[in-house]
């Protein structure tokens, strides 16, 4: 018997030791969601704690001296999640519970093929301005002249042509704050600032209009295109072909074929009579970029529909004065004051088209 009673005041004494611990969890619960902001006031939100605590199972625990009870919430008081209510707008999806998994460089947008500067030589200047002597005019009287009689005259007229060095340029400004912390953000910037700066320079060099600070780029000085011969069925090939010949009728050496990808694309996807595509390695082998045993560049820089062929190798040249140059200056404004960064990105070049004839620009279809 008395073995019985110490093991009955043994599971009293547990029992009690359980309810005092749970209690004890239970206030530590409500202190803690006392803590965090109010729900509005909605009568039919109940607080974490107090539903513990009024939980059947957890009152009965005292009366009917069981050590466990199992408490099952309802409504918005228990929906802690990873949602958008949780996380907030504009933040990370990870949450204070569940880091999100963050990948440590900026995804950069597709960057076209800059290319137009491949094409033109190059060469360096030490001045604001570019100049050439060109002939104008050239009347040759040579002719066969019998003993002793008078030798005729010819005649050379030149003029002289310049163009001017421009600069392109732009500016980014960025906090100092973000610089340091964002460990990545300076070069990502001096990237994608270099990029845009190329980006502008193709399509000056190819489109630029010569006007204000523009450069005068290849297309608007170059000769339209007027076929010297017609084919029957005239394809955009056919013009390409026409196009070389009619520089080539003017002594012009045609070193190459610009065209928009689009143009190019559909080009080599050209089909026969017989459903049988016309270039024989298309469509499961390497294209090589030729027509007409001439180099195919595809940009985007020229319109679709368009075409310019020419002789890039001396029909045309590139100056730099002052490469690509990325500078970065706390002194601009009030940089200082606000603790702000001004980066500047430029470039200052000069484009000398020298024989405007050297290139025919016109319609890929008639």
Known sequence: MSEILRKLDELNSNVNNNIAELGARVGDMEKRLARLPDDGGD????????????????????SANRASAIVKLSGESAAITSANASVGAGRSQGTSLVPGHRIPEILTPYQRSLTIRDLIPQARTTSN???????TGFTNNAAPVAEGAAKPYSDLTFDMTSAPVRTIAHLFKASRQILDDADALAAYIERRGVYGLKFVEENQLLNGNGTGQNLHGVIPQATAFVAPFTAADDTPIDRLNQAAAQ??????????????????????????????????????????HRLWNLPVV?????????????????????????????????????????????????????????????????????
Do not use: C, H
């Open 298 to 366: 595809a940009t985007q820089a020229i319109p679709a529909g368009k075409f310019l062929v020419g002789a890039f190798n001396d029909g045309a040249q590139i100056f730099d004065r002052l490469d690509v140059e990325v500078l970065v200056s706390t002194e601009n404004a009030d940089d200082f004051e606000k603790n702000l960064v001004s980066i500047r990105i430029e470039e200052r070049l000069a484009l000398a088209v020298y024989r405007p004839e050297a290139f025919i620009f016109g319609d890929l279809e008639a």
């Open 43 to 62: 009568a039919s939100t109940v607080s974490f704690g107090r539903s513990v605590a009024m939980s059947p199972d957890v009152r009965a625990i005292t």
């Open 247 to 288: 520089a080539e009728i003017a002594n012009v050496p045609v070193s190459g074929i610009v065209l928009n990808p689009l143009d190019w694309r559909k080009i080599i996807g050209l089909k026969d009579a017989g459903s049988n595509y016309i270039s024989p390695d298309a469509p499961f082998a390497q294209t090589a």
């Open 129 to 135: 301005t570019i100049e050439w002597p060109r002939e």
